[in-house]
Every structure is written in structure tokens, then in C-alpha cells.
């Protein structure tokens, strides 16, 4: 079964500086997808970027950008340029790529990382 | 598109009781995922909903079960409540050609 871990419950960051959140992940499978989602006060679930473990370019989404380490399981967001907006937990998540069985629509969550962005 | 919705947003119940709760997945989205969230153990995949089909499912007690009706929208339903049902419910969709899951505001449930 795969694991996934964040070792960060909480971080913080001055506005307008960077942060980066880790993830470490478990698995024997070789193709899959990382996901990093945030979840405000108001607790939607809101998608801040994804990555596909064939691809060796590290996803970016504005100021999101990720880390992919596939070698050493690693899965790490960076946020640049922080803005109040960004104060949510932050989860990563894993999806195996293999259709069927247990695969079937489920998503693997760390246990999030609390992030404070102080003005 | 309109996104994930689910009803009811908040619910309270006593020990015992059984409630519903629905999820309308994004229009042409066929694939619904169900997610318990508590502060103690995270987020746990309760099961899959594919037409109409439950694909598959995670370690949760058959107190806990689902239906996906024919327009995809899902419900799920748990029976003779425990107070450790209370939690946060959330429902995700997912389209024919995407891996990307997209979740509803989620339902809270308070169990007395």
C-alpha cells in the first residue's frame, strides 16, 4: 500500500516571501500522479497543481511550483511571492496510474501541513 | 462548469439514527470518490462510484455504503451512527479523460 507523508504540521512565511512544504511518498509502483491541494478555513478542497511521475519537468503553476525528486520519493510545493490568500493546510496526495482493483478513484493524503502567512 | 456540490452542508444526528448525503458530481464527470476527513485521522477514502458501479472500496465498516444513480449523481449512507461518524464528508469528481479529482465543500456531520 502507499504511504504519504508531510513532516511539516506547520509552517509559516512572511507575505511576499517563499515557503516550501515537503512530502515524502511510499510505493513499488513506477507510474502515478502527486498532487498538492489546499483546503482554506471554509474547507474546500481546491487543487493547486499535479504531476505526472513519467515526466522529469517539475510542474508549475504561477507562483506554485513543485519539486519532483522521483528517485528519492519526494514531493515538495514551493510558493513564492506568499500572500495572505495562501494561509490554508496544504495536503499532498498520491493516485496510482494503474486502472483497476484498488486503484479505482482513490487518492492517498498525507496528514497535512498548516500553513501561516503572518503580514 | 459548476463545480462539486453536496448536501446537505451540515448535519447534526444522535447515536442510532442513519443519515443520507448527496453528491452531483461536475457535469460529464462519471466517476464519484467519497473521503472522510477527522482531525485524528485524516483523510480516508470511503469508496468509488463508476455508472452506476461501486469499483471500489476502502476499509470502513458496512454501516457505510453508496449508490451512484444514472445522471452520476451519488449518495452515500450511514447506518445506526456512532459518535465517531462525526467528521467531515467530502465528495470528489473525476471526468473520462482526466486524472484529476475535484472536490465538493463537503457535508459536516455532528453525531450526538
Known amino acids: 500500500a502507499q504511504t504519504v507523508t508531510q513532516s511539516q504540521p506547520e509552517m509559516s512565511v512572511q507575505e511576499a516571501e517563499t515557503v516550501t512544504l515537503s512530502c515524502t511518498y511510499d510505493?513499488?509502483?513506477?507510474?502515478?500522479?502527486l498532487f498538492w491541494y489546499k483546503q482554506p478555513p471554509s474547507r474546500q478542497m481546491i487543487l493547486v497543481i499535479r504531476?505526472?511521475?513519467?515526466?522529469?519537468q517539475n510542474a508549475t503553476e504561477n507562483r506554485f511550483s513543485v519539486n519532483f525528486q522521483k528517485a528519492a520519493k519526494s514531493f515538495s510545493l514551493k510558493i513564492s511571492d506568499s500572500q495572505l490568500g495562501d494561509a490554508a493546510m496544504y495536503f499532498c496526495a498520491y493516485r496510482s496510474s494503474n486502472a483497476g482493483g484498488t486503484s479505482y478513484g482513490k487518492l492517498t493524503f498525507g496528514q497535512g501541513t498548516i500553513l501561516t502567512v503572518h503580514p | 462548469k459548476a463545480g462539486v456540490t453536496q448536501t446537505p452542508r451540515y448535519l447534526i444526528k444522535t447515536r442510532g439514527q442513519q443519515v443520507t448525503l448527496s453528491c452531483s458530481p461536475i457535469?460529464?464527470?462519471?466517476?464519484v470518490s467519497w473521503y472522510q476527513q477527522t482531525p485524528g485521522q485524516g483523510l480516508q477514502f470511503l469508496f468509488e462510484y463508476f455508472s452506476e458501479t461501486q469499483r471500489n472500496k476502502g476499509n470502513f465498516p458496512g454501516r457505510f455504503s453508496g449508490r451512484q444513480f444514472s445522471n452520476s449523481r451519488s449518495e452515500m449512507n450511514v447506518s445506526t451512527l456512532e459518535l465517531g461518524d462525526s467528521a467531515l464528508y467530502l465528495c470528489?469528481?473525476?471526468?473520462?479523460?482526466?486524472?484529476?479529482?475535484?472536490f465538493g465543500p463537503g457535508t459536516r456531520l455532528t453525531v450526538l
Open positions: 504531476q505526472e511521475a513519467y515526466k522529469q
Open positions: 457535469s460529464g464527470h462519471r466517476s
Open positions: 510505493t513499488s509502483e513506477s507510474d502515478y500522479y
Open positions: 470528489a469528481s473525476t471526468g473520462s479523460h482526466t486524472d484529476t479529482q475535484y
